[in-house]
């Protein structure tokens, strides 16, 4: 994931502007600041960028997910739906406000299994967030399809995916909200940052709020001290330095994707002489942001095989079935119910009783499908000498 690779000039140059004012704040500032509001003028250009009425951007993509489930007035005593296999922070945001993740089997599209959606809705549901993981996209359009019915909202983490689209359509503008990271693995970087989009202003309007400690912004003679509120809000600003270096990435994400998008072919081409390989599913491999190269294997033995020889080869591949942070099975905090809270909140209620349960085998779908899977990170550079140790390593296991 490449946007830590393409850090220069125009980075620095937009980071300038800022230092030259010394002022390193979104909000207020006039006088100082010579008109330069590098955090808005992100969130205009990434709004355009997605074809989004509004983006609210914030601290990360955590907060991102964070914010917009405040926003949508997800609390305690509702449960939200994602998916088994995701980066914990989908499921932490969930748990930071109070609501419990139920957690849905994937797919060959190594994202949320619609069927198994439909079967763990409940009168509890409140939100359901598909995670578009590794770059490509979930089944949306029927994820959508099932939430409209139920009258749940969709909230997509595309923390993964910036710049991944279905029939030109961006990933981010299907659900009621989108949520992005900009941490230091993401397609594109702030260093730390995300961001949040959606084409509802009511929405955004409380998200904008929420973030700046319940600011209402409303022009008054008091000016920023002055502002009202509606509600308790919390701090997930993001700063003009991250604002800047947002703008500069945002302008090559495009480019980014492009070059990913060749190094990947290349190596799909070497990965399909792999006898029964089938690659994971995707809604538009045209739209594809191609950070990552996820292949199928016959069975557990066959990609275990498969791993080893990549491996003595020099381009050993991601197994996730053994990856502690992404995987259901292997997030053994969220198991045992380890929480710092003396209470036992989030997993157990004020009195002590248990709120969830989570057992390691509910998922036995998507455990299948991940100990069969391994994927290849993609980047935008790689090196010819790179590539050809890759597919080297590939064609050796193609005999294997
Ligand atoms: C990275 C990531 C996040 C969180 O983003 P941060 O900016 O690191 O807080 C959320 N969801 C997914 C799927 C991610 O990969």
């Not at 199928?296 to 791993?307: G, M, P, R, T, V």
């Not at 998922?363 to 391994?374: D, G, N």
Request: charged residues 25%; aromatic residues 8%.
């Amino acid at each position: 994931m490449p946007g830590f690779e393409l850090f220069g000039a125009e980075e620095k140059r937009q980071i300038q502007d800022v230092l030259d004012t010394g002022v390193l704040f979104r909000y207020e500032f006039k006088e100082q600041r010579k008109n330069i509001y590098k955090v808005k003028e992100f969130e205009e250009k990434f709004a355009k960028y997605s074809g989004s009425g509004y983006a609210q951007a914030v601290t990360s993509g955590t907060a991102a997910l964070k914010v917009a489930l405040k926003a949508l007035g997800v609390g305690p005593g509702d449960e939200v739906i994602t998916q088994g296999f995701t980066f914990v922070a989908t499921w932490e945001a969930i748990l930071e406000v109070g609501a419990i993740p139920v957690f849905t089997e994937v797919d060959e599209t190594l994202n949320m299994d619609p069927e198994d959606l439909q079967r763990k809705l409940s009168a509890k549901t409140a939100c359901i967030i598909p995670v578009h993981m590794l770059g490509s996209a979930a089944r949306i359009k029927e994820i959508i399809a099932i939430a409209d019915k139920a009258g749940i909202p969709v909230l997509e983490d595309t923390a993964q995916a910036a710049g991944c689209r279905i029939k030109g359509k961006h990933l981010g503008t299907f659900g009621r909200c989108g949520t992005f990271s900009f941490d230091s693995v993401k397609t594109m970087t702030t260093g730390e940052g995300g961001m949040i989009i959606t084409d509802d202003q009511n929405l955004w309007t409380e998200m904008s709020e929420y973030h700046d400690h319940g600011h209402d912004h409303a022009p008054n003679p008091g000016g920023r001290g002055g502002e009202g509120r509606s509600f308790i809000g919390f701090n997930y600003r993001m700063m003009e330095l991250q604002g800047a270096i947002g703008i500069a990435q945002l302008a090559k994400l495009d480019t980014m994707v492009e070059a990913q998008q060749k190094n990947k072919a290349r190596l799909m081409d070497s990965i399909a002489s792999i006898p029964g390989v089938s690659f994971r599913k995707q809604m538009d491999p045209l739209g594809d942001s191609a950070t990552f190269l996820a292949f199928i294997l016959q069975d557990e033995a066959h990609c275990k095989k498969i791993k080893h020889t990549l491996q003595e080869n020099g381009a050993g591949a991601i197994y996730f079935a053994e990856n502690t942070w992404h995987f259901y099975p292997r997030w053994e905090h969220l198991l045992s119910a380890a929480t710092q809270t003396r209470s036992g909140w989030p997993f157990a209620d004020a009195g002590g009783r248990k709120r969830v349960v989570y057992d390691p085998d509910h998922l036995p779908q998507s455990a299948a499908l991940i100990k069969r899977t391994l994927v290849y990170p993609i980047s935008v550079k790689m090196a010819e000498e790179r590539l050809n140790q890759i597919e080297s390593a590939l064609a050796k296991a193609a005999l294997a």
